[in-house]
């Protein structure tokens, strides 16, 4: 079945500093990726929309300076958490969908555990 | 106005019993429906995806969609111990070959021993 990779599946960063998290579709072709951010008992939130080849789009309320997102290839999406502080601390999981296949459901990435301290 | 409502739970049932979740959803454009399980501190896995009114079997597991209703849920049986997780309901609109999900709350389910 698809798989999609997400490293790291820990960091942990001082304030101030970035983190660059990867996202990649092992076996399948993904034109958009997703970005999702999970607070500690709380829903999944999209944040950004990732386009091959394009800018992303970026959900209400989500600093695109900040959360930087690029999407150079079909198979791999990053995500750079830019001068990060302790209030970004989160579970961030990337999904991506099947190039081509009309009704996929969505594939998630292991996720990655970003402390800020 | 939630466009994706769960009651969170949580929801407790015995081992071997029959565990139904719900969930609602607002906009009545919505195409794809999925339930994904989520253990605490890992990614969402899927369980069941459903697109047509009616039931969808797959092994213990039964997602039932009524798009009048605006209502999809899920059905466990013979509920085991290992089912304990939060169910996450995701309801997309056709966006082409990837779907962008919106998700419920989550509804978090313990199967007692």
């Known amino acids: 079945g698809a798989v999609v990779s997400q490293h790291p599946s820990w960091v942990i960063c001082k304030s101030g500093t970035s983190v660059k998290i990867e996202c990649r579709s092992l076996d399948f072709q993904a034109t958009t990726m997703f970005w999702y951010r999970q607070f500690p008992k709380q829903s999944l939130m999209l944040m950004a929309t990732?386009?091959?080849?394009?800018?992303?789009?970026?959900e209400q309320g989500v600093e695109k300076d900040k959360f930087l997102i690029n999407h150079a290839s079909l198979t791999l999406s990053t995500l750079t958490v830019t001068s990060a502080h302790p209030e970004d601390s989160s579970f961030y999981i990337c999904?991506?969908?099947?190039f081509g296949q009309g009704n996929s459901p969505l594939h998630f990435g292991n996720g990655t555990r970003l402390t800020v301290t | 106005q939630k466009e994706v409502e769960q009651n969170s739970g949580p929801l407790s049932v015995p081992e071997g019993a029959i565990a139904s979740l719900n969930c609602t959803y607002s906009?009545?454009?919505?195409?794809?429906f999925f339930w994904y399980r989520q253990y605490s501190g890992k990614s969402p896995e899927l369980i069941m995806s459903?697109?047509?009114?009616g039931d969808k079997e797959d092994g213990r597991f039964t997602a039932q969609l009524n798009k009048a209703s605006q209502y999809v849920s899920l059905l466990i049986r013979d509920s085991q111990p290992s089912d304990s997780a939060t169910y996450l309901c995701?309801?997309?609109?056709?966006?082409?070959?990837?779907?962008?999900?919106?998700f419920g709350s989550g509804t978090q389910l313990t199967v007692l021993p």
């Open positions: 999904s991506a969908g099947e």
């Open positions: 459903i697109y047509s009114n």
């Open positions: 990732s386009n091959e080849g394009s800018k992303a789009t970026y």
């Open positions: 995701a309801v997309s609109l056709l966006s082409g070959s990837a779907r962008q999900l919106t």
């Open positions: 906009d009545r454009g919505s195409q794809s």
